[in-house]
């Protein structure tokens, strides 16, 4: 790509790789996130396997370390205590070894183990990593289709915003406003507005209300079937149940490529039971966009967030989710921001409430590519090639006038660069399509 803005930029990527790496994990961003987030880790090897390979694997093979007997993985795991971030380890207090939160985040492994095995050049150190994580990958899924879908409906229940990925998206305002902060919720200190003015970060209100369910869950003993009956949030996220369904059949197909055909039924009953409950529980009608559903409230929450485009991701966009996609993007400077412009709910710079994530613009544009709306997942790849090219490997951006936020040298963005803007010929569904912005 030289003689163009964004010439270096690969280089730069691997550099931050580099320089968030601590030996056998990556932290986020140095400062903001220093221990291993468990959806990062697993998008940034997609990362580190395009110049290192064998790296790449043991990213996820230490996040797997950390798998609780039961088949959990946590959201954070505290390989080394860093007293710059809150709530640590102390707080979270969950007696593992190692030491780790006590919830989970979007399953996005096996999706990631799929597309590091089907492009791997060292395929013996490849096969030899997938056999090893086949069983906990299984085993997680199991635990989500158990402990999150105890009677079997066909879709997961999620008890805290931190486990959706998507902290303080507007989607979580009326399940979280019906969490009252007990008066007895132990006085706490946030480190995060030290490295990000607060203006980009959730507020105070809501950082009670995850306090309040993290000191729940810790009363609980982090008991899952207590915590789904317990938990006053408690929502099926689109994103969530659409990455599930979509790594429940990347398990399958791995499954069939390590010849771990035993475990398919299973796998294909979770597929065919998610397939069939989630359409009708979480899209709407008139736009095809999946919202989130309030299992408290018993109602879909009509928020629109940039989440309900992960339908595409599971195989189950419609047509007129395209035609949704298409005005949403239109309606800002860069796409895709998380809720649309125009919206109450639209805050340009605050966090999971209107920024780009270039993040989410990749597992969008996956799901788009391959559903056979490549020019929308060529737009999406454009859009974040250039706000990288702008304002570097950051956490977000501003939709509107591209302005880089949160953290700066941020793993993911610079993962995504590697593994996806920098490869256009991964918009497509079929590499015999043309891509159209080429
Ligand atoms: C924030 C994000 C979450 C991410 C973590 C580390 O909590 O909301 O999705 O995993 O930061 O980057």
């Keep these: 790509m030289s003689g163009n803005p964004t010439a270096g ?52 093979e230490t996040l797997f370390a950390a798998q609780w007997p039961d088949g959990m993985v946590p959201h954070i795991v ?39 095995l089907e492009r791997a050049r060292d395929r013996t150190t490849a096969l030899a990593a997938a056999r090893r ?45 019906a969490v009252a ?20 970060r959730p507020t105070r209100a809501e950082y009670d209300r995850y306090m309040t369910l993290v000191q729940l869950f810790r009363e609980l003993a982090y008991d899952s079937a207590e915590m789904v009956a317990r938990s006053p949030f408690l929502v099926v996220d689109p994103a969530t149940n659409a990455i599930l369904l979509r790594a429940d059949r990347d398990l399958a197909a791995l499954a ?9 039924p299973r796998i294909r009953a979770w597929i ?21 559903f309030d299992l408290r409230a018993g109602r879909r929450l009509g928020v629109r967030t940039h989440a309900g485009f992960l339908a595409f991701l599971a195989g189950l966009g419609e047509t007129r989710l395209a035609a949704t996609l298409d005005r949403w993007a239109d309606a800002t400077r860069y796409a895709l921001s998380s809720v649309p412009a125009g919206d109450p709910a639209f805050d ?54 591209g302005t880089g936020l949160g953290g700066s040298g941020f793993g993911w963005t610079a993962a995504v660069w590697l593994a996806w803007v920098d490869q256009p010929e991964r918009d497509r569904g079929s590499d015999e399509a043309p891509d159209p912005l080429k």
């Design 256 to 264: 069939e490529i390590l010849g771990e055909r035993a475990a398919l």
């Design 181 to 200: 902060p007990p008066p007895d919720l132990a006085p706490y200190e946030r480190r995060d507005l030290a490295h990000v003015d607060a203006a980009q």
């Design 272 to 292: 065919a039971r998610a397939e069939t409950a989630l359409p009708p529980l979480l899209a709407d009608p008139g736009s095809g966009l999946w919202q989130a």
């Design 9 to 60: 930029l690969r280089e730069r990527a691997i550099a931050v790789l580099r320089a968030n790496d601590r030996g056998g994990y990556t932290v986020p961003a140095a400062g903001l996130y220093p221990f291993q987030w468990n959806w990062d880790s697993c998008l940034v090897a997609l990362g580190w396997a395009c110049f290192d390979e064998a790296r790449a694997w043991r990213e996820i």
């Design 78 to 116: 505290f390989h080394r205590d860093d007293p710059g971030y809150f709530p640590g380890p102390g707080v979270w207090a969950t007696g593992r070894e190692p030491a780790s939160s006590g919830i989970t985040q979007p399953p996005v492994a096996a999706s990631c183990v799929r597309w590091m």
């Design 133 to 177: 994580l086949f069983p906990k990958l299984l085993a997680w899924h199991a635990w989500f289709h158990s402990a999150r879908d105890p009677e079997g409906r066909g879709f997961v229940v999620t008890v805290h915003p931190w486990e959706t990925g998507m902290d303080n998206s507007p989607a979580w305002d009326a399940p979280l406003a």
């Design 348 to 401: 340009r710079r605050r966090y999971w409430r209107g920024p780009v994530w270039p993040v989410a613009n990749f597992l969008i544009g996956r799901g788009t590519g391959e559903s056979g709306h490549v020019r929308l997942a060529a737009r999406l790849r454009r859009d974040t090639a250039a706000l990288v090219a702008r304002g570097g490997f950051r956490e977000y951006f501003d939709p509107l006038d």
